[in-house]
């Protein structure tokens, strides 16, 4: 049952215009790190096209020998009572069931489970909440994902008898609404196979605007609990921002998630500049050879492809478009491989501005291949795998200092990184006889502060989330580290005495 914090009722206040609909501001001035929410979600569901076990959220195709429509897995013998009897006292026959339990009627699952909420009197507030939320069905109308849905969940539920067995109407509009509600509103949540996704909906958190420079950070705990919080100072009466797409991408593609998924144009401040707040993740480089140094951007009101140095050298939409699509490409070919990936990140260089977002996914990509040489002892890497490392950290860091202001999980992740490189190759010329004690102490004195400030934001994270586990192994870390330079300030002391 959805249980709500009295935080969000005294800190934030909903509001609701003809541009972003419902949408919610900040009651009084809140603090960088500050929580506004607290919530379990509605329900939880497989992403699209995917089936998993009503009861553990494990993958599978098997369903429940009593009501013979929810999916169950084979290691659970039971789900929930209530929504299992109301089904199972329907009394579907063979073919119905047959129908219901195709493989590919994967999205019946979804609208099921938020129709069972209106069946009961404990989760009838929760549906009447959950039916007040956006589902752009207007917008969806005819298109691809309401053929499919037509085709996966209205047709075999009509069909199979399931709709008119329900207590209140449900016919193709409601069905279609509801699955709008999840596509719009429902937040990504770690499913129990490692890598793996799935949805939850929440009652308040659906509730934020969008925008790609967003004020809130959202984490989402190992018992699917959401917490909200304000990623840096916020006055009383701003408007409470969550990034609905991912910050590491290029204006175009965030837009056009947005467009085909929630169904609205963005027009927040790094949007409506060409150069991305001067990142230049989309940038080209300007390839005119009177032209050293300039910088294609595209023009958000013309949409045209521009030389900032030179107006007149520009691009085709096409040529940009083609040719990321096989950059893109070339990138998926290469993943794992270290060479592949360093070669075409050269060549790369010489079409795209080197903090591009393609550039980015390689230099993490690259340096998440790093990361796992310098992990293994057996292959002895040398100076170099580490300076490497290093480097890359410290470029894909510039960039998110810029896109990721304030409080930033992904920040945090790459300065804690490039700390622990830093310290682990500080150690090594220090072993190596490289580094001196004092080199060493005040490389180690630097690693520090990087360290002091990635944990600054990674406290605030759950502790049952991946990152609330690291803040635990960086803080085993930190203290690891000042022992070490205790131990080496001692031995200094100790030489500067004898
Ligand atoms: C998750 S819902 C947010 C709550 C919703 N406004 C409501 O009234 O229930 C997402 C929808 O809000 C609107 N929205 C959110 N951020 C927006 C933005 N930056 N610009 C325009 N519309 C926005 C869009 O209609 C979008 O489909």
Redesign the pocket.
């Known amino acids: 049952m959805a249980a709500v914090t009295d935080d969000f009722a005294k800190k934030c206040e909903i509001k609701?215009n003809d541009?972003?609909?419902?949408?919610v501001v900040a009651l009084c001035n809140l603090r960088a790190g500050e929580t506004l929410l607290l919530e379990n979600p509605i329900v939880v569901l497989p992403q699209m096209g995917d089936r998993r076990c009503s009861k553990c959220f494990k993958l599978t195709q098997s369903f429940c020998r009593k009501c013979h429509l929810l999916a169950l897995c084979e290691d659970c013998s039971n789900h929930d009572e209530r929504d299992c009897r109301r089904l199972a006292e329907m009394h579907f026959s063979a073919d119905q069931v047959e129908l219901l339990q195709r493989k590919e009627h994967t999205e019946i699952q979804p609208v099921l489970k938020c129709l069972l909420l209106r069946e009961h009197e404990e989760t009838l507030p929760l549906y009447e909440e959950m039916s007040?939320?956006?589902s752009?069905l207007a917008t969806r109308r005819g298109t691809d994902i309401w053929k499919n849905y037509q085709e996966h969940a209205f047709a075999p539920l009509d069909a199979g008898g399931v709709l008119k067995q329900l207590r209140g109407s449900a016919d193709e509009d409601l069905v279609q609404g509801l699955l709008g509600i999840l596509d719009?509103?429902a937040y990504e949540i770690r499913a129990p196979e490692s890598g793996g996704a799935m949805r939850g909906l929440y009652r308040r958190a659906?509730?934020?605007?969008?925008?790609c420079m967003p004020n809130l950070v959202i984490s989402i705990d190992d018992e699917k609990r959401i917490k909200v919080y304000a990623n840096r100072f916020i006055a009383a009466g701003e408007i409470l921002?969550?990034c609905?797409t991912n910050v590491l991408l290029g204006t175009e593609e965030r837009r056009q998630i947005?467009k085909e998924g929630?169904?609205?144009?963005?027009?927040?401040a790094r949007c409506q500049d060409p150069t991305e707040l001067g990142t230049h993740m989309s940038s080209f480089m300007c390839s005119h050879c009177s032209c050293t140094g300039g910088y294609i951007v595209r023009q958000p009101n013309t949409g045209t492809w521009q030389c900032l140095l030179n107006p007149e050298h520009t691009l085709k939409q096409e040529f940009v478009s083609n040719m990321l699509e096989r950059a893109k490409e070339e990138i998926f070919h290469a993943r794992d491989d270290i060479y592949r990936l360093e070669l075409l990140l050269a060549k790369l260089s010489r079409l795209l501005h080197r903090n591009h977002f393609l550039m980015l996914d390689l230099k993490q990509n690259i340096a998440s291949i790093l990361r796992q040489i310098l992990q293994n002892i057996a292959t002895r890497p040398n100076k170099k795998v580490y300076e490497r490392k290093i480097r890359l950290c410290q470029e894909i860091l510039l960039v998110l200092k810029v896109v990721t202001p304030g409080i930033s999980r992904l920040k945090a992740i790459a300065l804690y990184e490039l700390a622990n490189t830093q310290a682990e190759l500080a150690r090594k010329m220090y072993t190596e006889m490289e580094h001196s004690a004092n080199d060493l102490l005040a490389e180690l004195e630097r690693v520090e502060v990087m360290l002091r400030e990635s944990l600054r934001m990674l406290l605030f994270e759950p502790l049952a989330t991946p990152e609330g586990q690291l803040t635990r192994t960086m803080l085993r870390e930190l203290k690891e580290l000042q022992d070490d330079m205790k131990n080496l300030r001692e031995s200094n002391d100790d030489v500067v005495n004898q």
């Open positions: 609701q541009t972003l609909g419902r949408f007040q939320m956006e752009q719009i509103n659906g509730l934020f605007a969008h925008s921002y969550n609905y947005l929630k169904c609205f144009d963005c027009t927040c």
